[in-house]
């Protein structure tokens, strides 16, 4: 039984990632950690692991590489498209991936990260442009500012009922517009569309923006209270 550790501050990535893994029998999420000191602390605790860490979550990986070792555990760095895969694997991890890896690849590098093998991304390197995600601009281009701000919340990880107290509507609302969402997309859930909108820049862009914008007035709106 290969035992793995989740490290990434994204809920989505983490819950779709477990999602994945833990169809295969072979394997056993035993820590998802939000942040690199729970992270540190699952290495301690369960030696001979495998750890799959976002990058983004900038952890000394000089540390962190000697931990592993010293644990007899092993490293595979979630990186984001434009990233250099090869660059980690000279800091001693034993496998890289992109953020869009698809299901049976995540599972097979695994698998081979754990029977002692390295494994790089068959790209080098996944740039894309606005003007290459057609997908994800026609998608954009499909949903209203609503449903926009809804998807923006989906991915940050928030319920329905969440959602509803954000939007100051009700949770019935809230379904309605994801079963419209769910067409737009061609998703058949919460985290298939959050992981969709995470693999399109385009519309992962459209999505962070309404974010900020959502955080903006609510500053505003506490502001005006005060």
């Not at 509507?169 to 058949?188: A, C, F, H, P, W």
């Amino acid at each position: 039984m290969n035992k793995i550790i989740l490290a990434d501050s994204q809920a989505i990535f983490r819950a779709g990632t477990a999602k994945v893994l833990a169809m295969d029998e072979d394997m056993r999420i035993i820590a998802q950690c939000t942040d690199l000191e729970r992270m540190f602390h699952a290495i301690t605790t369960f030696p001979g692991s495998i750890v799959l860490l976002a990058a983004s979550l900038q952890p000394d990986f000089a540390r962190l590489s000697m931990l592993l070792e010293s644990t007899g555990s092993r490293g595979i760095v979630v990186i984001e498209n434009n990233e250099n895969a090869a660059s980690f694997l000279h800091q001693g991890f034993r496998g890289v991936v992109f953020r869009n890896v698809s299901g049976t690849a995540l599972v097979e590098c695994v698998r081979r990260v754990a029977s002692g093998d390295t494994w790089l991304p068959t790209q080098t390197a996944q740039p894309e442009s606005p003007e290459e995600d057609l997908v994800g601009t026609r998608v954009r281009d499909r949903l209203t500012p609503k449903e926009m701000r809804i998807v923006a919340l989906i991915v940050q990880g928030c319920k329905n009922r969440e959602i509803a107290q954000r939007l100051k509507t009700t949770e019935q609302v809230i379904k309605n517009y994801l079963r419209s969402i769910y067409d737009k997309t061609g998703v058949g859930d919460r985290l298939e569309l959050a992981l969709f909108t995470i693999h399109h820049r385009v519309l992962a862009r459209a999505a962070a923006e309404a974010g900020q914008r959502m955080e903006v007035e609510a500053r505003n709106a506490t502001s005006a209270v005060a």
